[in-house]
């Protein structure tokens, strides 16, 4: 039995407590959760607590028999692993309910005709938008990436006499969009943008409404764990608390709950393998009151906090600081501090400027400084395979410089600094 209690959020809204039952039932078929119930009622009464960083999303980890699972997606996780979303068939169909859900609170109905621009292949977003569009009976364009503008126009094209009026895509992706085709057309068909992968500045949102009269709505979610949608009004997001419970909890605890503070993510749809507790370093706030769109679903106010925050290229590939270091940690010698600039060029494809440093001592032993700068490439450009397939791919491009580290900072740390120039993050 789990003895660990999920604290319950002051929700006016009844919680679904057999939702959670049935989730904690799975959770003892986990090998995973298994080592947290043992050690909560024996050992340390830890409360059960998950994060990437556990590596939750692998396939020993399933709380059903595989026989159940119909679908696996992947995603590029690190540099040593890689992380597996298998899903059953009552689990697939719930979370793309919830999200056509989602997609209907911003006005999306069997009326419009959307081109869902995002990764398909192994990966779970362009399949994911795909059947919640198709539940809601709009018409769709399943058209995946290209890097090539001469292709992107073509698709554009199709688009057009498709009567297209939405698009699903990604900041990155879309921003390339505009800059592959003449802009003006943007204006005269499409009205609505959902874009997921990063969350985008209130400047980015303006830019496209005032240029384009396109209205630009941001899901939120994690990890590939689906969690809310902004309304029209942009102030927060919007997420069902039968289908998935947040808890915001005193950092240090992790059962106290506090108005403000770190997130923790139950998903009640969750099946192959539970989410249960998932830890979110953005910190964040719930707002109960009835939004002026008319839904009761409460609303997350996010605050993005630099504690590996995750960055989106051209190609909707995401990575975060913790895969720069990992990336970095295999070099000798061993860096001292890393800066990244991302830059925007005109074709809307992502230039990546790396400043390392190492110790003035180290750069000296360094005998072929051409070769030593190629290695430190080829261990970025194994960040993960997302990010390898976008350096491959011609979506974003790597340039290495190197430095001497005058930082007493950086001692016993090796830093990660970013710095994103580009009009999606520019608040």
Same mark, same amino acid.
């Given at each position: 039995?789990?003895?660990?209690?999920?604290?319950?959020? +002051?929700?006016? *809204? +009844?919680?679904?407590?057999?939702?959670?039952?049935?989730?904690?039932?799975?959770?003892?078929?986990?090998?995973?959760?298994?080592?947290? %119930?043992?050690?909560?009622?024996?050992?340390?009464?830890?409360?059960?607590?998950?994060?990437?960083?556990?590596?939750?999303?692998?396939?020993?980890?399933?709380?059903?028999?595989?026989?159940?699972?119909? !679908? !696996?997606?992947?995603?590029?996780?690190?540099?040593?692993?890689?992380?597996?979303?298998?899903?059953?068939?009552?689990?697939?169909?719930?979370?793309?309910?919830?999200?056509?859900?989602? !997609?209907?609170?911003?006005?999306?109905?069997?009326?419009?005709?959307?081109?869902?621009?995002? @990764?398909?292949?192994?990966?779970?977003?362009?399949?994911?938008?795909?059947?919640?569009?198709?539940?809601?009976?709009?018409?769709?364009?399943?058209?995946?990436?290209?890097?090539?503008?001469?292709?992107?126009?073509?698709?554009?094209?199709?688009?057009?006499?498709?009567?297209?009026?939405?698009? %699903?895509?990604?900041?990155?992706?879309?921003?390339?969009?505009?800059?592959?085709?003449?802009?003006?057309?943007?204006?005269?068909?499409?009205?609505?943008?959902?874009?997921?992968?990063?969350?985008?500045?209130?400047?980015?949102?303006?830019?496209?409404?005032?240029?384009?009269?396109?209205?630009?709505?941001?899901?939120?979610?994690? &990890?590939?764990?689906?969690?809310?949608?902004?309304?029209?009004?942009?102030?927060?997001?919007?997420? &069902? @608390? &039968?289908?998935?419970?947040?808890?915001?909890?005193?950092?240090?605890?992790?059962?106290?709950?506090?108005?403000?503070?770190?997130?923790?993510?139950?998903?009640? %749809?969750?099946?192959?393998?539970?989410?249960?507790?998932?830890? %979110?370093?953005?910190?964040?706030?719930?707002?109960?009151?009835?939004?002026?769109?008319?839904?009761?679903?409460?609303?997350?106010?996010?605050?993005?906090?630099?504690? &590996?925050?995750?960055?989106?290229?051209?190609?909707?590939?995401?990575?975060?600081?913790?895969?720069?270091?990992?990336?970095?940690?295999?070099?000798?010698?061993?860096?001292?501090?890393?800066?990244?600039?991302?830059?925007?060029? *005109?074709?809307?494809?992502?230039?990546?400027?790396?400043?390392?440093?190492?110790?003035?001592?180290?750069?000296?032993?360094?005998?072929?400084?051409?070769?030593?700068?190629?290695?430190?490439?080829?261990?970025?450009?194994?960040?993960?395979?997302?990010?390898?397939?976008?350096?491959?791919?011609?979506?974003?491009?790597?340039?290495? !410089?190197?430095?001497?580290?005058?930082?007493?900072?950086?001692?016993?740390?090796?830093?990660?600094?970013?710095?994103?120039?580009?009009?999606?993050?520019?608040?």
């Amino acid at each position: 039995m789990i003895s660990c209690k999920l604290q319950m959020s +002051k929700n006016p *809204k +009844k919680v679904n407590h057999e939702g959670i039952r049935n989730l904690l039932k799975l959770a003892k078929k986990s090998e995973y959760y298994r080592d947290f %119930i043992f050690e909560f009622s024996k050992k340390s009464r830890k409360p059960i607590i998950t994060s990437g960083n556990n590596h939750l999303f692998d396939i020993k980890n399933l709380a059903v028999d595989t026989k159940k699972l119909i !679908y !696996y997606f992947f995603d590029g996780g690190g540099v040593n692993y890689l992380n597996i979303f298998p899903f059953t068939k009552k689990e697939w169909e719930k979370r793309n309910e919830y999200i056509a859900d989602c !997609y209907k609170l911003v006005g999306i109905s069997n009326k419009d005709s959307a081109w869902i621009s995002l @990764p398909y292949g192994p990966w779970i977003d362009g399949h994911m938008s795909q059947d919640a569009v198709r539940l809601i009976g709009c018409n769709f364009l399943p058209a995946t990436l290209s890097n090539n503008q001469i292709m992107m126009q073509r698709i554009w094209q199709e688009a057009q006499q498709m009567d297209v009026n939405l698009i %699903i895509s990604s900041p990155s992706i879309l921003r390339f969009i505009e800059k592959s085709i003449n802009g003006l057309e943007l204006s005269s068909k499409i009205n609505k943008a959902i874009l997921s992968k990063d969350l985008v500045s209130k400047r980015y949102k303006k830019y496209f409404k005032n240029k384009y009269n396109i209205d630009v709505f941001n899901v939120y979610q994690v &990890d590939n764990i689906f969690i809310g949608i902004e309304c029209k009004y942009h102030n927060g997001f919007h997420y &069902d @608390p &039968d289908r998935v419970l947040i808890e915001i909890v005193n950092e240090r605890s992790h059962l106290e709950m506090v108005k403000y503070g770190n997130m923790l993510i139950t998903s009640l %749809i969750s099946e192959a393998i539970p989410v249960i507790r998932y830890k %979110i370093n953005n910190k964040a706030k719930i707002n109960f009151n009835l939004c002026r769109c008319g839904s009761n679903w409460p609303r997350l106010n996010i605050k993005e906090t630099n504690i &590996d925050k995750k960055y989106e290229i051209s190609g909707g590939v995401n990575f975060s600081s913790s895969q720069i270091s990992n990336a970095l940690s295999v070099l000798k010698p061993k860096f001292k501090e890393c800066l990244l600039e991302i830059i925007e060029n *005109k074709e809307g494809k992502c230039l990546m400027n790396f400043y390392i440093k190492f110790k003035n001592s180290d750069i000296e032993k360094i005998k072929n400084e051409k070769k030593f700068i190629e290695k430190i490439k080829n261990s970025l450009e194994n960040m993960s395979l997302n990010f390898k397939d976008a350096i491959f791919e011609g979506y974003a491009e790597i340039v290495i !410089y190197f430095r001497v580290s005058n930082s007493k900072k950086s001692k016993k740390i090796n830093l990660i600094k970013i710095k994103d120039k580009r009009i999606l993050n520019q608040k």
